[in-house]
């Protein structure tokens, strides 16, 4: 059993001090996810990787438990995806602004849906996605908002890389056709 794994049970067995000892262990993986994450959403953010990282500890560390290294990184990904669209749907309201952006004006100016809205449309495509297939929405979790690679991904997974890549490909035609349908409306 790993080091992470024990110090989860610890902390399961109500040991004082035993979460003060698993930030260290955990904190480079977690920020790396995070730098990974915030690296993919629009410049000029508020947020920073390390105020993720601190933000998702925090809700990981409290009355949940961890069935080992897999269960703990996965609810990492989760806390840090809601965390993300939390601060998107934060933004939209009117008294942050609403859907304004600021814009250079030029001619041939095309207009994009801006990154939280892409974000929040994913949210919604991730949440039927996770109805239909759960173990496929969980692949997209760790693949895009944890940022794994095939590889690590399959191994968190108990999956062969080929099933994983075969996965992904499918989970994300389906997304991204869920995600259309739901700007076409």
């Given at each position: 059993m790993s080091d992470v794994t024990n110090i989860l049970a610890a902390i399961e067995r109500g040991e004082p001090h035993a979460a003060e000892r698993l930030l260290p262990l955990v904190y480079d993986e977690l920020r790396q996810l995070a730098g990974a994450q915030m690296a993919c959403e629009s410049p000029?953010?508020?947020l920073q990787a390390t105020a993720l990282v601190h933000e998702a500890y925090l809700r990981l560390i409290g009355d949940q438990q961890f069935n080992g290294r897999h269960h703990f990184f996965a609810a990492a990904a989760e806390a840090m995806r809601r965390i993300l669209i939390e601060n998107a749907r934060r933004k939209k309201r009117l008294?942050?602004?609403?859907?304004?952006q600021?814009?250079?004006l030029q001619e041939d100016h095309r207009v994009e849906l801006p990154p939280d809205d892409r974000l929040l449309a994913l949210d919604e495509a991730l949440g039927q996605l996770a109805e239909a297939h759960p173990e496929l929405a969980e692949?997209?979790?760790l693949r895009y908002f944890a940022q794994l690679t095939v590889?690590?991904?399959a191994e968190l997974l108990s999956l062969s890389p080929r099933t994983v890549k075969r996965?992904?490909?499918y989970a994300s035609a389906w997304l991204r056709r869920a995600?259309?349908?739901e700007s076409a409306e």
């Open positions: 000029g953010q508020t008294k942050h602004g609403g859907g304004r600021r814009r250079e692949l997209v979790k590889e690590q991904a996965n992904w490909v995600m259309d349908r």
